[in-house]
């Protein structure tokens, strides 16, 4: 049973990892001078805060909840995970406050904006690598299969907007971008 949900997770993981290395990319052009795609940027942060935040870390709350009420050790670990999505999320949100800031000319420093997208990056990077490397690897030896479908139960379900069930309207960069990708 755990495996269909750390299956997503690890899926998740992977796709998000596929947008930080796309977020690199664009904020490195920015750090050059060029004008990144600003619509690619939003609709990014737009699926982290629509599908990351809403779906994937909550499910990764559920599990690391049931860790701590069993016991499971690394505590410390796992409060800072749950520590991180919040922070990950006002990170998200400033970050967007400032591409909205340029897009709508207001006064900004680039190297100011460029700072807030480097910090998303770096902070997801690292929250991602500590999920796989430490809390995983507990999460699959300590729950049992009662325990996995009932964070099965509880988790939500919604499909990915962007990778599994495409929102082409919504995310039409984004998917623009992928499709691309794909193809090259």
Do not use: C
Not at 60 to 87: P, S, T
Not at 121 to 132: I, N, P
Request: a negative charge.
């Amino acid at each position: 049973m755990h495996s269909a949900i750390m299956t997503r997770l690890a899926q998740d993981h992977a796709r998000l990892t596929k947008l930080l290395n796309l977020f690199d990319e664009l904020l490195n052009r920015f750090h050059d001078g060029a004008e990144p795609d600003y619509d690619l940027m939003h609709e990014m942060l737009e699926y982290m805060d629509s599908y990351a935040d809403m779906v994937h870390h909550p499910t990764e709350d559920l599990i690391f909840r049931r860790l701590l009420d069993q016991g499971a050790g690394q505590r410390d670990v796992f409060e800072v995970l749950m520590r991180q999505h919040a922070a990950l999320t006002q990170i998200s949100k400033r970050f967007r406050q400032s591409l909205d800031g340029i897009m709508h000319e207001e006064v900004l420093l680039r190297e100011d904006v460029e700072a807030d997208g480097r910090e998303l990056v770096s902070t997801m990077r690292a929250h991602l690598a500590m999920e796989d490397a430490e809390a995983f690897p507990i999460a699959l030896k300590y729950l049992t299969a009662e325990d996995w479908q009932a964070v099965e139960a509880a988790a939500p379900v919604v499909e990915d907007p962007v990778f599994a069930a495409p929102d082409p309207v919504r995310f039409r960069a984004l998917y623009r971008y992928l499709s691309e990708q794909a193809h090259n």
